[in-house]
């Protein structure tokens, strides 16, 4: 399976990215996408996530309000929409492939991934 995230850049406070991530390959189950980033000198945090086959989404407290989680099956894409950015949300944005949910239906844990994008950087100036 390979990730590959797009879409972010230089805005400032209060504009808007639309972030993408193409998933490639092939797998037999894909349970859900998650959106996670990643500061400097900080662990690597939720921001969002959806089932692939119900469409249920998650969002961190942070991102609740603002930024928006939708995938397009036909064209194996998953979005994060990201409005009135705040320079707190300044990190290195991730996508992250979880396979099934043989073990747990958790799809806000980081190390509940199988696969990770390459990242992308979010810049919000303020």
């Known amino acids: 399976v390979q990730l590959q995230a797009s879409g972010g850049g230089l805005v400032h406070t209060g504009g808007s990215l639309r972030l993408s991530c193409e998933t490639s390959?092939?797998?037999?189950?894909?349970?859900?996408l998650g959106w996670f980033r990643q500061a400097p000198g900080k662990e690597r945090e939720f921001v969002a996530a959806?089932?692939?086959?119900?469409?249920?989404?998650r969002y961190a407290d942070s991102a609740k309000g603002r930024f928006i989680i939708s995938r397009d099956e036909a064209s194996n894409m998953v979005y994060l929409q990201m409005n009135n950015l705040k320079p707190e949300d300044t990190a290195v944005y991730y996508c992250?492939?979880?396979?099934?949910?043989?073990?747990?239906?958790?799809?806000?844990?980081?190390?509940?991934?199988?696969?990770w994008g390459q990242g992308t950087q979010v810049t919000v100036s303020s």
């Open positions: 390959g092939r797998f037999y189950s894909r349970f859900a």
């Open positions: 959806i089932k692939w086959s119900l469409g249920t989404t």
């Open positions: 992250g492939f979880k396979s099934n949910s043989y073990y747990s239906d958790n799809i806000i844990g980081a190390t509940e991934y199988d696969y």
